[in-house]
């Protein structure tokens, strides 16, 4: 009986770290799909690509033109490493659900070792972005 405990908790804890891990690879590839969009300069797209949450904060045109003053003097993104990511139920100013916020390390062209946070929901079985922040 001890082991058959012991065995099914190795086993649930297997699956919980297995879907944990597919969580992140999911939201990363994501997100990243996301920033090749931004790093193109699709703003439009990136709006429509994004969550309800992100679409009902700021109009299409509010979101191409805030990215156009704080991208494009940055230049073309040379490189953009990942340096932390976090899963949440709760964002300050959001309701809860199922949150990932990735945090890069990027270089610019014009700009070396920015910062950019990008935060995204589970929406609708799929990753959206619902945050983005460069400083």
Known sequence: MRFTTILLLTTLACSVAH??????????KSGEAWLSLV?????EESWKESSVQFRSAVTQDQWASALKNARDP????????????????????????????F?????FKNKEGVT????????DGKWRVVAYAIH
């Open 116 to 123: 950019e946070r990008l935060t995204l929901v589970q929406e």
């Open 74 to 101: 940055l230049g073309p993104m040379v490189s953009r490493a990942q340096s932390r990511v976090n899963f949440t139920k709760t964002l300050r100013g959001a309701p809860d659900g199922d949150y990932v916020i």
């Open 19 to 28: 879907a944990a891990a597919s969580d992140e690879d999911e939201s990363r």
């Open 103 to 107: 945090h890069f390390t990027t270089s």
């Open 39 to 43: 790093d193109a300069q699709k703003y």
